[in-house]
């Protein structure tokens, strides 16, 4: 069955700490996608980054990098130097592809992040 | 500009009053769904539709209707809201590609409705 785990429900940190918030899935699937959103306060959803099952090169985009182990069924995610506009809710995503499904996508409970100045 | 938009925003209703949040995109996608977020649940699919006229539940359909009469718009219908739809609903588009997959897997999402039913 396919799953999605982010067992950090909330994180607190200070201003310029590097922070990860971790995410483990599972599926059944040899092709999937795994996907980060951001939730800030103001309640929308933005996307922000997509990785599929064949590509585990890790990806940095300025201070947010990403981190995918298949070995480990892992897709973490980290801050560097983290600022205040960095609070936000953050959810972990997995959707099953090559079987042509629905493209349902699966979300983590999500994990609360709180950067203090 | 290539957008989602969910109305209303927010909406305090009653028990049993029928309300529709509607749903519409510009990008002429052909997939739409809609999800709702519950806290410490995430975001689960409630209906989606591949194209005009062909829907389908998601994993949380009960008490819910939908209906895709145009490619645009995907409206959602609570006939007799109750307090356990309370929650916070999200629109989402995206294109398919080839054997009826979103393309690049990238869905676009409406900036949410909150909705609170009493």
């Known amino acids: 069955a396919q799953k999605v785990t982010q067992a950090q429900t909330e994180i607190s940190v200070v201003e310029k700490e590097d922070v990860t918030l971790d995410c483990v899935y599972e599926?059944?699937?040899?092709?999937?996608?795994l996907f980060w959103y951001k939730q800030p306060p103001s309640g929308e959803l933005v996307f922000l980054i997509r990785r599929n099952s064949f590509d585990e090169q890790n990806e940095i985009s300025g201070r947010y990098s990403w981190n995918f182990q298949k070995s480990t069924s892992s897709f973490n995610f980290t801050i560097t130097a983290s600022q205040v506009v960095d609070s936000a809710v953050y959810f972990c995503?997995?959707?099953?592809?090559?079987?042509?499904?629905?493209?349902?996508?699966?979300f983590g409970a999500g994990t609360r992040l709180a950067v203090h100045p | 500009e290539a957008q989602v938009t969910q109305n209303p925003r927010y909406l305090i209703t009653v028990t049993g009053k029928k309300l529709t949040v509607t749903c519409s995109q510009n990008m002429n996608h052909e997939y739409m769904s809609w999800y709702r977020q519950d806290p410490g649940l995430g975001l689960r699919q409630i209906y989606y539709?591949?194209?005009?006229?062909?829907?389908d539940k998601g994993d949380v359909p009960e008490g819910y209707k939908v209906s895709r009469k145009e490619k645009r718009n995907f409206p959602l219908i609570l006939e007799s809201p109750s307090p356990n739809q309370t929650s916070l609903y999200f629109c989402?588009?995206?294109?398919?590609?080839?054997?009826?997959?979103?393309?690049?897997?990238?869905?676009?999402f409406g900036a949410g409705t909150r909705l609170s039913v009493l």
């Open positions: 995503a997995l959707s099953e592809g090559a079987s042509g499904g629905y493209n349902k996508l699966i």
């Open positions: 539709s591949m194209n005009v006229e062909v829907t």
């Open positions: 989402a588009s995206g294109r398919l590609g080839g054997q009826g997959t979103v393309a690049k897997n990238i869905q676009y």
């Open positions: 599926t059944r699937d040899t092709t999937y996608y």
